[in-house]
T-cell receptor, first 117, second 116 residues
Framework: AQTVTQSQPEMSVQEAETVTLSCTYD???????LFWYKQPPSRQMILVIR??????QNATENRFSVNFQKAAKSFSLKISDSQLGDAAMYFC??????????????FGQGTRLTINP | GAVVSQHPSRVICKSGTSVKIECRSL??????MFWYRQFPKQSLMLMAT?????????EQGVEKDKFLINHASLTLSTLTVTSAHPEDSSFYIC????????????FGSGTQLSVL
């Protein structure tokens, strides 16, 4: 079974600074998707960024970028120019690309990010 | 973007009663929806996969008689917590796969269930 591990329960960063959230995963699959979701206090799950495993290029979305290391099974999220609105729980998630149950997301434990003004 | 509406957002009920939670796709047809459960300060755990027109697929350890899922139409899936007990108190979230956006799942806003 696939597992996703986030080893940082909490992180904090000064506003305008850069922070990196860590995520590792375990799978025997070669094709899959990885995601970072944000859950603010409203508890609405918001997709931040996604990465296809077959792509070597790291995904970027404005201030958010990932460092995808397939061999190491590592998928970290970098937030640049942190803003107060970035404060939230961040979940790393894995999804198989093919076969039955390919739509299911497996989530990590989450990292609570605090932005200090 | 695709919208998934979940109701109610919060429900308080007495122990032994049943509670129904609705998950609707507002601007697309969702053949597959997913139900997650989230305990305080914990991650989301998949409970079941809801398939339109067929029986739901439950994850290991989830009681199918306790958590009844009905996906009778392409825009509506319901989760009924039967004979609720305090240990069923949790945050329940649905999500739906958007056709044509194979890698994307959209989430409802969640339902906080409190059983007294």
């Amino acid at each position: 079974a696939q597992t996703v591990t986030q080893s940082q329960p909490e992180m904090s960063v000064q506003e305008a600074e850069t922070v990196t959230l860590s995520c590792t995963y375990d799978t025997s699959e070669s094709d899959y998707y990885l995601f970072w979701y944000k859950q603010p206090p409203s508890r609405q799950m918001i997709l931040v960024i996604r990465q296809e495993a077959y792509k070597q290029q790291n995904a970027t979305e404005n201030r958010f970028s990932v460092n995808f290391q397939k061999a190491a099974k590592s998928f970290s999220l970098k937030i640049s120019d942190s803003q107060l609105g970035d404060a939230a729980m961040y979940f790393c998630a894995y999804r198989r690309a093919h076969s039955e149950g390919a739509q299911k997301l497996v989530f990590g434990q989450g990292t609570r990010l605090t932005i200090n003004p | 973007g695709a919208v998934v509406s979940q109701h109610p957002s919060r429900v308080i009920c007495k122990s032994g009663t049943s509670v129904k939670i609705e998950c609707r796709s507002l601007d697309f047809q969702a053949t597959t929806m997913f139900w997650y459960r989230q305990f305080p300060k914990q991650s989301l755990m998949l409970m079941a996969t809801s398939n339109e027109g067929s029986k739901a697929t439950y994850e290991q350890g989830v009681e199918k008689d306790k958590f009844l899922i009905n996906h009778a139409s392409l825009t509506l899936s319901t989760l009924t917590v039967t004979s609720a007990h305090p240990e069923d108190s949790s945050f329940y979230i649905c999500s739906a796969r958007v056709p044509g956006y194979n890698e994307k799942l959209f989430f409802g806003s969640g339902t906080q269930l409190s059983v007294l």
